[in-house]
């Protein structure tokens, strides 16, 4: 059985990119979310395996959402992921419960490995 993705990130190219490296995978995109509300809004009825959130984006940012989700959903497993590779920005997400990191842009075996990681 594939495992469930939900995708946070405002920006089509990106939501595009992760469709095509997560084809022919052992994982299935569930839903696109394209702002922080939408996933929180989205979460409960989608409950996926992983999320993928970016941090920047209109509205209410990645971290605060995560962060949200987090505080209802404490085994919720959401990596970062973000063109934003601050030491701060790594600590927060931490410190919130981010499973994992993964910079853009991204390659197949990094993204598939922090998502092995956060699954295990």
Do not use: W
């Not at 022919?24 to 996933?39: K, L």
């Not at 959402?65 to 600590?91: G, N």
């Amino acid at each position: 059985m594939k495992k469930r993705v939900m995708i946070v990130d405002d920006s089509r190219l990106v939501r595009v990119q992760l469709g095509d490296v997560l084809e022919g995978t052992d994982y299935e995109i569930v839903a696109y979310c394209r702002s922080g509300e939408d996933a929180i809004a989205q979460y409960d009825e989608i409950n996926p395996d992983i999320v993928t959130m970016d941090i920047i984006m209109q509205g209410m940012d990645g971290l605060d959402a995560s962060e949200h989700i987090l505080r209802k959903h404490p085994d919720a497993r959401i990596i970062m992921v973000s063109s934003l590779a601050y030491d701060d920005t790594f600590e927060r997400a931490k410190a919130i419960g981010a499973k994992g990191f993964v910079d853009k842009p991204f390659h197949k075996e990094q993204l598939l490995k922090v998502f092995e990681q956060a699954l295990s």
